[in-house]
């Protein structure tokens, strides 16, 4: 049988929050690899807050709804960042563990999860590791948004073979396992010790190609999943004691009645007791009474919205996804429906090339008038991308590391100006909690 093991990396960055983040499409390879019965396949998650690699220490800092801090490591901080006013950090499972592990088991395929681009340290410490230990007798398999989007680069890190786009086909012909595009592959949530949440999917990619989103690139074709599948799912879960699932869908609400509305029916029909939230902006144009009153039912309890700006110009420049009458009224509707306005969130676009401060401080007042919390969604440009590969030219970027979104905002407008943009969100967000 062959031997393989599935690794999401740590991360290298100023800051880590555990903002429901679980590695889903690693998660689901491991399943597929596993379901075939060829392969002896093992699962190493360097951000597994709950590990015992780690002293527990996720139960310290752990919210309500199961999000928390990640506990980083401060290390040297790579000259080209040296302008930036923060640690520079380490976040996840010391290596130790996984060499440990890669010694012991042996495998003669590693399968590498790459997240950010900019996370790139965190893919190469796992490569050059592997390499070191089990020199040319493995194979390193690379997937996920980074190989996506800059396949050669990842080459250049070490990886022997770099899939781009969706796993599934690749990995059955290497490694010999039927697959369907029809099959139904969820993730193996079994592998986490202690599970204060999953995350679900009922679409996958966006019918929307907004200039700065790289999520066309990485799903080209929207299109709607399973819905009975993903309620087993829910069910099975909340059954065993799990309290909170989180969506990871980019376009929830897009053709929601031949997939969100179904969904909500089915949970209120058959009891699934669960705290729903949408990390991912919702668009606020599909927010009706009827919805909202529907979602309320079923157990949402934490609602990010997509605002990005209040200026009606940049809206449309943006992708014209939601104009501030219609956010508005999404709002009115939420609160109207029974929502708590502390848990109710609007993104708000913060260092995108050619942005004011007035700019987005409007758009921070206006979310702030409405009576609900506002978050700054700091700009990192993509590669791909319209936007991404026009600012990465005009500010001649020549290393992802300068992409970080707790980065280019200082490129772009300045670190008084950040700073000062952070404060006035913390404080009208205190108002709204009080």
Not at 152 to 170: M, Q, R, T, W, Y
């Amino acid at each position: 049988m062959i031997k393989a093991i599935v690794v999401n990396p740590p991360v290298y960055d100023f800051t880590l929050y555990d903002f429901w983040l679980k590695p889903y499409g690693a998660l689901r390879v491991y399943n597929f690899l596993k379901s075939s019965g060829k392969v002896d396949v093992s699962f190493f998650d360097f951000l597994d807050r709950y590990s015992p690699y780690v002293d527990s220490y996720g139960f310290r800092f752990k919210d309500e709804f199961g999000k928390g801090k990640f506990i980083g490591v401060e290390v040297e901080k790579p000259q080209i960042l040296s302008f930036v006013r923060r640690k520079f950090k380490r976040f996840g499972i010391p290596l130790e563990y996984y060499v440990r592990l890669i010694k012991g088991f042996k495998p003669e395929f590693v399968l590498i999860y790459t997240g950010m681009t900019y996370w790139y340290p965190g893919v190469k410490e796992v490569i050059e590791a592997t390499r070191n230990i089990l020199a040319n007798e493995v194979k390193i398999i690379t997937g996920g948004v980074l190989s996506t989007l800059l396949p050669e680069f990842v080459k250049e890190l070490g990886a022997d073979n770099v899939i781009s786009g969706e796993a599934f086909n690749p990995l059955s012909e290497i490694f010999d396992i039927k697959y369907r595009s029809d099959m139904a592959i969820l993730p193996s949530w079994s592998l986490y010790g202690y599970l204060p949440y999953i995350v679900i999917r009922l679409t996958e990619g966006c019918p929307f190609r907004c200039p700065y989103c790289a999520s066309y690139l990485l799903k080209p074709v929207f299109r709607i999943l399973d819905i009975e599948r993903v309620l087993r799912e829910v069910e099975r879960w909340t059954e065993k004691g799990v309290k909170n699932v989180a969506f990871y869908d980019d376009a929830l609400l897009v053709r929601k009645k031949d997939a969100f509305i179904p969904f909500l029916e089915k949970v209120i029909e058959r009891g699934i007791k669960a705290n729903f939230h949408t990390p991912n902006a919702l668009h606020a144009r599909f927010i009706d009474m009827d919805t909202a009153i529907l979602m309320k039912r079923a157990g949402f309890k934490t609602i990010y919205l997509g605002f990005e700006t209040s200026d009606e110009s940049k809206q449309r420049e943006l992708g014209g996804k939601v104009y501030t009458n219609e956010f508005d009224r999404a709002v009115g509707n939420l609160l109207k429906a029974g929502f708590e306005r502390k848990n109710i969130t609007a993104y708000i676009f913060m260092g995108l090339p050619e942005m004011s401060i007035d700019e987005v401080e409007n758009a921070l007042y206006h979310v702030n008038s409405l009576g609900i919390k506002a978050m700054l969604s700091e700009y990192s440009p993509i590669p791909g991308t319209p936007l991404g590969d026009r600012t990465i030219k005009e500010y001649n970027i020549d290393d992802l590391l300068l992409t970080n979104c707790s980065v280019f905002p200082l490129i772009s407008m300045g670190y008084e100006a950040v700073q000062y943009l952070k404060h006035l969100k913390n404080r009208l967000n205190a108002s709204v909690n009080e």
